[in-house]
């Protein structure tokens, strides 16, 4: 068992639920100020950039909230764990995949320890000297060796039973408009109790937005998406069953 905790006693550690992205088990999240710039094709193009925004820092600090924010996060921008980060990505675009969401970035992978390997060698483990915090903010892992074969079947690991034995995830789009999302949602209203709705559902499905948000509901019965196809062959993302850890 592999100690986060040794790399930062206050990293939070959650249970996966469900493989990311329908493929990794594993993901780190962490405090990286101008992470962007990771995505520049040549290490020499870093610093010049990182130079740029910190004086956006200093010259731009009254702009909206948003920016401001982002601007605060700025000035813990660590030049070597860009590098470190930049680096990483290109050595390994096979194995990992990289979201990033200024100021956090998220790392995926199926193996647990190159993960590890990958936060312990953090050339700068806490920029913001002044308070000590470290950048590993998350580390998401199955939490046992059931889960984890739960997960590689393509399953949800559940903490508790429930009536419906399926999660039913409809894809986000531009492309599904209002007739589509009202015969969807008139169809699994007549189902009654076969399918749970939740509220976020129910809402995405009447509002009349232009972009359709990816929801789900529940189901008792997996065949209800025979039905669902016929109405539209691309509003279904995927169907899950939910599985109970009995480890846990």
Request: hydrophobic fraction near 35%; glycine fraction near 4%.
């Amino acid at each position: 068992m592999l100690l986060w905790n040794n790399l930062n006693s206050d990293v939070k550690i959650v249970d996966t639920k469900k493989k990311f992205f329908d493929k990794y088990l594993y993901k780190a999240v962490i405090y990286v100020p101008m992470g962007r710039l990771i995505l520049l094709d040549k290490p020499s193009l870093i610093l010049g950039n990182y130079l740029r925004r910190q004086d956006d820092e200093v010259s731009y600090n009254y702009a909206g909230s948003w920016m401001k924010s982002r601007r605060y996060h700025n000035r813990y921008a660590s030049l070597l764990n860009l590098e470190y980060f930049q680096k990483i990505k290109q050595h390994n675009e096979d194995d990992l995949k990289f979201r990033i969401e200024e100021p956090y970035i998220t790392i995926y992978s199926n193996d647990e320890r190159t993960l590890y390997k990958i936060m312990a060698e953090i050339p700068d483990l806490t920029p913001n000297k002044r308070h000590s915090i470290s950048i590993l903010r998350e580390i998401h892992k199955p939490a046992s060796a059931e889960s984890r074969e739960i997960l590689d079947r393509g399953e949800i690991v559940v903490k508790n039973v429930t009536d419906y034995d399926y999660k039913v995830i409809l894809r986000e789009s531009g492309k599904i408009n209002f007739e589509v999302r009202q015969q969807v949602y008139d169809y699994l209203v007549s189902l009654g109790d076969v399918v749970k709705m939740t509220p976020g559902c129910k809402r995405n499905l009447i509002e009349r937005n232009h972009w359709f948000t990816s929801t789900y509901f529940y189901t008792k019965d997996p065949s209800i998406l025979t039905f669902l196809n016929l109405i539209n062959t691309d509003i279904v993302s995927g169907i899950f069953k939910l599985t109970l850890a009995t480890d846990k």
